[in-house]
């Protein structure tokens, strides 16, 4: 029930293209679901992140789109550039658990000129 | 400001050897972590602290020991290295758990043989 389900394992995307990212979760006491974005040979970094009392968030290119009663989230990244090209991994925690963040398993993100 | 600083970036380990990975963080965040990463894996939490003297298991402690004697530190000590301990480890910290921005390390890419 801890478990955070992440796919695709790896997407090609034509630059200009949309780049969709999706997660499932089961634990509904879940309250935070940050996304990190990683380059290769560095630590993951915050990307965006939402809380389930909103459907939707957005920062610029990326966008987080949140259904709870289907405990589902996924990322959309418009307009995809080569700089995108990265593993992202979504997470989720719970204020009453500690705050402990669970991973997905990432995916691999290749944005083609 | 130097963030999180993870040492060595790299080490190679001879079965039953052990060692020390060094975290530092100079952000006086009270909450630190250690996760580890293996492909299509995502990142496991091996152990946590919430401040110094304070830490706690996480999903995958075994094999591994912490210590917190100071805010800024957080040790990650291998004891009887294993093939399976091979990984890229990380190190992260952040102002207190839950939805709170959690600051990783460039990472330490160890390999047991």
């Known amino acids: 029930q801890q478990q955070v389900k992440q796919s695709p394992q790896s997407l090609i995307v034509q630059k200009g293209g949309i780049s969709i990212i999706n997660c499932a979760y089961e634990?509904?006491?879940?309250?935070?679901f940050p996304w990190y974005q990683q380059f290769p040979g560095k630590g993951p970094a915050l990307l965006i992140a939402?809380?389930?009392?909103?459907s939707e968030k957005k920062e610029g290119r990326f966008t987080i789109s949140f259904n709870k009663s289907a405990k589902q989230f996924s990322l959309h990244i418009m307009d995809s550039q080569p700089g995108d090209s990265a593993t992202y991994f979504c997470?989720?925690?719970?204020?009453?658990?500690?705050?402990?963040?669970?991973f997905g398993q990432g995916t691999e993100l290749s944005v083609k000129p | 400001n130097a963030g999180v600083t993870q040492t060595p970036k790299f080490r190679i380990l001879k079965i039953g050897q052990s060692m020390t990975l060094q975290c530092a963080q100079d952000?006086?965040?009270?909450?630190m972590y250690w996760y580890r990463q293996d492909p299509g894996m995502g990142l496991k939490l091996i152990y946590y602290?919430?401040?110094?003297?304070?830490?706690d298991k996480g999903e995958v402690p075994n094999g591994y020991n912490v210590s917190r004697s100071t805010t800024e530190d957080f040790p990650l000590r291998l004891e009887l290295a294993a093939p399976s301990q091979t990984s890229v480890y990380f190190c992260?910290?952040?102002?207190?758990?839950?939805?709170?921005?959690?600051?990783f390390g460039p990472g330490t890419r160890l390999t047991v043989t």
């Open positions: 992260a910290s952040s102002r207190q758990g839950g939805p709170y921005e959690q600051y």
């Open positions: 634990n509904t006491a879940f309250d935070y």
């Open positions: 939402i809380r389930p009392d909103v």
């Open positions: 997470a989720a925690s719970n204020d009453n658990q500690g705050g402990k963040l669970i």
């Open positions: 952000m006086n965040h009270n909450y």
């Open positions: 602290s919430v401040g110094a003297g304070i830490t």
